[in-house]
């Protein structure tokens, strides 16, 4: 008896695929057996088989860890009312291992929960558990332990630390999803083997083929890679007996490179764009209609994944950044709309209809979609002055010198860096590595503020000083560098060298709050001077019902803010974001509590609003880059 129900089938003989097939009817997960295969193509691309018939996958990419619980399945169920069959989704290491060892699969953690709607709405599923994912993410889903080392090596052979991590981490995730393995009864159709390994500096395929060999002996399969489009991002990567996947694929030219690259194997988009990505200081939320690629992709029977059909919220501090070149940083937004069919806050876009239209000439039956969740605009409160960000920071053992927050086990947060300056003339501070943003305060003075984005060695000028001055840097790490060559060497706060007329000021004292709401829960009078700008504010919101909401923080500076202890995300005047996602279910009847941890001055708090609706009105277009750097 074989050890698994998923081979290539070499020799099946079927009737042909043929294009502008109406799907009349097809299978759907039902607790039973069923067998996922790939028919070989020999010198022409492979065919996804599911019970010995041909099969398109029409998926939709949804993270489970970015949408309130109570929402999966609503979300599944709009997928499934588009007339999509599969659900894609990321598993983020990261959140589920934040401590070394320690796994938390509660929550918006609880993968087998979410594996087991999809099973229940008779959706298929794309797994893809990493170890890396980039999406945006902070690292990409690595955990931070793994950064305590200034020269980790990240996806690679060669870093037994990595190696040991990853291991521990792939069973665990094998483990979670071994039940719903389409052979066993379950969704899980196929298994990704990392994501986007062509994109990144070290390409190894004996570590690819590490990752097959493990995944295979845990007893799962069929395979799939996802790289880009081309030549260049598949050698190498693409593996013997594994399908390719692509983002992305709209066109005969993409599914011409990977029948180069691995003849007979499928091939499919496995991240279709239906917008893009956001920072800080960017536009809104500019969709791309695919009316076209869904038409292509129906007409001539490719199997695509809409990424993302909805993106949701990188809720707390899991929004990621990106980097280009050696020295730039870009910090995403907290929303992940990605300019999606399905928004932020699940409500049905217009994109969403034409497409659907579309499906449905070629698929029959497609169910009626969800309604939308009901939204709210509440009354305006203004919080009040709690603490100043001094109350909160706790000494750091540094040895004397400046180094970043993963030396010490924290992920982002903030941190004080301080020293003195002697009596002298005016001159130039620099930083070898400032990240991400902060003050620059010379006796409790803001002399600069500074977001290290497209800037290499962060530079200051210090006025004279007639006595010693006490030099004082506030930073904020924010989302880790989470694709490109960057991410196995970004660390937050500051490192490196720190000189003041060519001189390396030494003899520094850090303290520093990783911004947990426990931080903030409890809080006592300030003692001593106050030197930090902004501050804990706190407001109670009374609500007679409960529905999604948009917080409006335009009116504030930079900061975090939490409602009744979940952890919203950033807020930042720069924008284009200048409303926070406050779902249904982080609310209650009676007293809500608001709490505001702010890094700017303020002369007085400012009032918040929640609106039914995010802002659109930002007035700044920026590029949909269809993963074209």
Same mark, same amino acid.
């Given at each position: 008896?074989?050890?698994?129900?998923?081979?290539?089938?070499?020799?099946?003989?079927?009737?042909?695929?043929?294009?502008?097939?109406?799907?009349?009817?097809?299978?759907?997960?039902?607790?039973?057996?069923?067998?996922?295969?790939?028919?070989?193509?020999?010198?022409?691309?492979?065919?996804?088989?599911?019970?010995?018939?041909?099969?398109?996958?029409?998926?939709?990419?949804?993270?489970?860890?970015?949408?309130?619980?109570?929402?999966?399945?609503?979300?599944?169920?709009?997928?499934?009312?588009?007339?999509?069959?599969?659900?894609?989704?990321?598993?983020?290491?990261?959140?589920?291992?934040?401590?070394?060892?320690?796994?938390?699969?509660?929550?918006?953690?609880?993968?087998?929960?979410?594996?087991?709607?999809?099973?229940?709405?008779?959706?298929?599923?794309?797994?893809?558990?990493?170890?890396?994912?980039?999406?945006?993410?902070?690292?990409?889903?690595?955990?931070?332990?793994?950064?305590?080392?200034?020269?980790?090596?990240?996806?690679?052979?060669?870093?037994?630390?990595?190696?040991?991590?990853?291991?521990?981490?792939?069973?665990?995730?094998?483990?979670?999803?071994?039940?719903?393995?389409?052979?066993?009864?379950?969704?899980?159709?196929?298994?990704?083997?990392?994501?986007?390994?062509?994109?990144?500096?070290?390409?190894?395929?004996?570590?690819?083929?590490?990752?097959?060999?493990?995944?295979?002996?845990?007893?799962?399969?069929?395979?799939?890679?996802?790289?880009?489009?081309?030549?260049?991002?598949?050698?190498?990567?693409?593996?013997?007996?594994?399908?390719?996947?692509?983002?992305?694929?709209?066109?005969?030219?993409?599914?011409?490179?990977?029948?180069?690259?691995?003849?007979?194997?499928?091939?499919?988009?496995?991240?279709?764009?239906?917008?893009?990505?956001?920072?800080?200081?960017?536009?809104?939320?500019?969709?791309?209609?695919?009316?076209?690629?869904?038409?292509?992709?129906?007409?001539?029977?490719?199997?695509?994944?809409?990424?993302?059909?909805?993106?949701?919220?990188?809720?707390?501090?899991?929004?990621?950044?990106?980097?280009?070149?050696?020295?730039?940083?870009?910090?995403?937004?907290?929303?992940?709309?990605?300019?999606?069919?399905?928004?932020?806050? /699940?409500? &049905? +876009?217009?994109?969403?209809?034409?497409?659907?239209?579309?499906?449905? #000439?070629? !698929? $029959? =039956?497609?169910?009626?979609?969800?309604?939308?969740?009901?939204?709210?605009?509440?009354?305006?409160?203004?919080?009040?002055?709690?603490?100043?960000?001094?109350?909160?920071?706790?000494?750091?053992?540094?040895?004397?010198?400046?180094?970043?927050?993963?030396?010490?086990?924290?992920?982002?947060?903030?941190?004080?860096?301080?020293?003195?300056?002697?009596?002298?003339?005016?001159?130039?501070?620099?930083?070898?590595?400032?990240?991400?943003? /902060?003050? &620059? +305060?010379?006796?409790?003075?803001?002399?600069?503020?500074?977001?290290? #984005?497209? !800037? $290499? =060695?962060?530079?200051?000028?210090?006025?004279?000083?007639?006595?010693?001055?006490?030099?004082?840097?506030?930073?904020?790490?924010?989302?880790?560098?989470?694709?490109?060559?960057?991410?196995?060497?970004?660390?937050?706060?500051?490192?490196?060298?720190?000189?003041?007329?060519?001189?390396?000021?030494?003899?520094?004292?850090?303290?520093?709050?990783?911004?947990?709401?426990?931080?903030?829960?409890?809080?006592?009078?300030?003692?001593?001077?106050?030197?930090?700008?902004?501050?804990?504010?706190?407001?109670?919101?009374?609500?007679? #019902?409960?529905?999604?909401?948009?917080?409006?923080?335009?009116?504030?500076?930079?900061?975090?803010?939490?409602?009744?202890?979940?952890?919203?995300?950033?807020?930042?005047?720069?924008?284009?974001?200048?409303?926070?996602?406050?779902?249904?279910?982080?609310?209650?009847?009676?007293?809500?509590?608001?709490?505001?941890?702010?890094?700017?001055?303020?002369?007085?708090?400012?009032?918040?609003?929640?609106?039914?609706?995010?802002?659109?009105?930002?007035?700044?277009?920026?590029?949909?880059?269809?993963?074209?750097?």
């Amino acid at each position: 008896m074989k050890s698994t129900l998923f081979y290539i089938l070499a020799t099946l003989s079927l009737t042909p695929f043929l294009a502008g097939t109406t799907f009349a009817s097809e299978d759907v997960p039902n607790g039973k057996p069923q067998r996922f295969e790939f028919k070989d193509g020999g010198k022409e691309l492979g065919t996804f088989m599911l019970n010995g018939k041909p099969f398109q996958i029409r998926g939709a990419e949804i993270h489970p860890q970015r949408i309130p619980k109570e929402y999966w399945r609503h979300r599944v169920q709009q997928a499934k009312a588009m007339g999509l069959n599969t659900i894609a989704f990321y598993v983020f290491w990261n959140a589920i291992e934040k401590e070394e060892g320690k796994f938390d699969w509660s929550g918006e953690n609880d993968i087998a929960g979410f594996l087991k709607i999809c099973q229940e709405e008779k959706m298929w599923v794309l797994y893809r558990p990493g170890p890396y994912t980039c999406g945006e993410w902070d690292a990409g889903g690595i955990p931070n332990y793994l950064y305590k080392k200034p020269d980790t090596g990240l996806r690679t052979l060669k870093d037994p630390d990595f190696m040991k991590a990853q291991t521990r981490w792939l069973k665990a995730a094998a483990k979670v999803a071994k039940p719903y393995l389409v052979q066993n009864g379950g969704p899980i159709i196929m298994t990704q083997l990392e994501n986007e390994y062509g994109s990144f500096y070290r390409r190894e395929t004996e570590y690819m083929r590490w990752l097959k060999d493990f995944w295979t002996k845990e007893g799962f399969g069929p395979f799939y890679t996802s790289d880009g489009a081309s030549d260049g991002h598949m050698r190498g990567v693409v593996l013997p007996g594994v399908a390719v996947g692509m983002d992305p694929a709209q066109n005969d030219a993409a599914f011409a490179a990977a029948q180069r690259n691995n003849p007979g194997m499928p091939a499919f988009s496995s991240e279709t764009y239906p917008g893009w990505l956001r920072h800080w200081g960017e536009g809104n939320w500019n969709p791309t209609n695919l009316s076209s690629s869904i038409e292509w992709y129906m007409k001539n029977n490719k199997s695509f994944s809409i990424f993302v059909f909805h993106g949701g919220t990188n809720f707390g501090f899991t929004a990621g950044a990106n980097s280009e070149g050696t020295g730039g940083y870009s910090a995403d937004l907290t929303s992940y709309d990605y300019g999606s069919p399905i928004a932020e806050n /699940g409500k &049905i +876009m217009p994109e969403y209809h034409q497409y659907r239209a579309i499906i449905a #000439k070629y !698929v $029959k =039956n497609i169910p009626e979609p969800p309604k939308d969740m009901p939204a709210m605009e509440t009354k305006a409160i203004k919080p009040k002055f709690v603490a100043p960000l001094d109350t909160y920071m706790q000494a750091v053992k540094a040895k004397g010198q400046p180094t970043y927050f993963e030396a010490w086990g924290q992920n982002q947060g903030v941190a004080t860096y301080k020293t003195k300056l002697p009596a002298g003339p005016a001159g130039t501070l620099v930083f070898e590595h400032f990240n991400d943003w /902060g003050h &620059i +305060m010379l006796d409790g003075k803001i002399l600069s503020t500074v977001y290290r #984005k497209d !800037v $290499k =060695n962060v530079s200051v000028e210090i006025p004279e000083r007639k006595a010693p001055a006490e030099l004082t840097i506030f930073v904020e790490g924010m989302g880790h560098i989470n694709f490109g060559n960057q991410m196995e060497k970004d660390r937050k706060g500051i490192y490196g060298k720190v000189t003041f007329a060519g001189k390396e000021l030494k003899n520094w004292t850090v303290s520093a709050c990783p911004m947990l709401y426990s931080d903030f829960a409890e809080t006592q009078a300030a003692k001593g001077k106050w030197i930090l700008p902004g501050g804990h504010y706190r407001a109670t919101l009374t609500l007679t #019902k409960v529905q999604d909401t948009f917080l409006d923080m335009s009116r504030w500076h930079k900061g975090v803010v939490y409602v009744n202890g979940k952890n919203l995300g950033r807020y930042w005047e720069l924008g284009a974001q200048q409303r926070l996602y406050c779902p249904a279910p982080f609310l209650k009847k009676g007293k809500n509590v608001i709490d505001v941890i702010e890094f700017c001055p303020m002369e007085k708090p400012e009032e918040i609003k929640g609106f039914p609706f995010r802002n659109t009105d930002s007035g700044k277009q920026t590029e949909n880059k269809n993963n074209v750097w």
